[in-house]
């Protein structure tokens, strides 16, 4: 039974960790297929080296095409707040999170000076006093489709 219990401890600890790591960002850029007839046969949720590529193929193609489509820059927008901010903000970017708070609505100038620096826009008062928050520079590329996700709700 002592062995159950020691190997249990173990999993939850490695899940605990894999948990804290999916929500720092980095990861590669390589290239992955999302699309449901690639490996198993099914559609599976984007991971951290897809943050990159968020649609499916190579090379700066997607990141064109969804500057140019208002949903497309949306969509992969969501792909980028769900694969690295909801381990601290809510799923639902409305709400507070369990960490950081709501961040609907929030300007492009705030989001470049926090995501990217870690820093407020001068003039900004914070939500919360907090100094959770760690710049992430690689979503540096990602900040204009993380504001048309965020601002949504504003067409």
């Given amino acids: 039974m002592l062995g159950f219990r020691s190997s249990r401890g173990w999993c939850s600890l490695a899940l605990a960790a894999c948990l804290a790591l999916a929500g720092c960002g980095g990861g590669d850029d390589a290239p992955a297929s999302t699309s449901p007839g690639a490996g198993s046969g099914a559609a599976s949720a984007p991971s951290d080296g897809d943050v990159g590529n968020a649609d499916a193929g190579s090379g700066s193609a997607p990141k064109e095409s969804a ?57 900004y008062t914070p939500k919360r006093e907090s100094a959770a928050m760690v710049a992430l520079p690689h979503l540096e590329p990602e900040i204009p489709a993380l504001h048309a996700f965020l601002n949504a709700g504003d067409d």
């Fill in 67 to 123: 500057a140019a489509d208002p949903a497309a820059l949306r969509k992969r927008g969501k792909v980028i707040y769900e694969t690295q901010c909801t381990a601290c903000h809510a799923r639902n970017p409305a709400v507070d999170g369990p960490v950081g708070p709501a961040l609907a609505g929030s300007s492009l100038a705030l989001l470049e000076a926090k995501v990217i620096r870690n820093e407020y826009p001068p003039g």
